[in-house]
């Protein structure tokens, strides 16, 4: 099992809830399941449900009748899996913009959780 977080902006909203919040009742329902299948599965989830996109980014796709929700996420230290973001595709290739941010968020967490780590490395000195 795998423990599933969700990344976090300086002002405590987290995006994946935003987005969750915005989709209707099914395809939420749906996502909530998928997210909760990826969190059993983790790195051994594959396609059609979990995909690798780039450095490190993978989208978590989330199909309902004609409705696709996609979900970025990363693994992280010790079983970690952060999910960034989440968008609805309309196209058939996944936008760079939102690619871009999901990196954008990854190189955010990964630097304050060193920079965290390195404060806990002082308390203890």
């Known amino acids: 099992m ?4 969700f990344y976090t902006l300086d002002d405590g909203s987290k995006p994946v809830e935003v ?3 915005s989709l209707d009742d099914k395809i939420r329902a749906k996502a909530v399941q998928e997210l909760s299948l990826l969190e059993e599965q983790g ?4 396609e059609p449900y ?3 996109i780039e450095g490190g980014i993978f989208e978590l796709r989330i199909k309902r009748s004609s409705n696709i929700a996609h979900v970025f996420y990363f693994f992280y230290v010790g079983r970690r899996i ?9 196209t058939q290739k996944t936008p760079c913009a939102e690619i871009e ?3 954008r968020y990854k190189g955010d ?3 304050r959780e060193s ?3 390195d404060r806990q490395v002082m308390k203890d000195e």
């Open 2 to 5: 795998f423990e599933l977080d």
């Open 19 to 21: 987005f969750l919040d």
């Open 43 to 46: 790195n051994q989830l594959r």
């Open 50 to 52: 979990s995909k690798h």
């Open 82 to 90: 952060i999910a960034t973001h989440g968008f609805v595709k309309k």
């Open 101 to 103: 941010r999901a990196l």
């Open 109 to 111: 967490f990964v630097k």
């Open 115 to 117: 920079a965290g780590n």
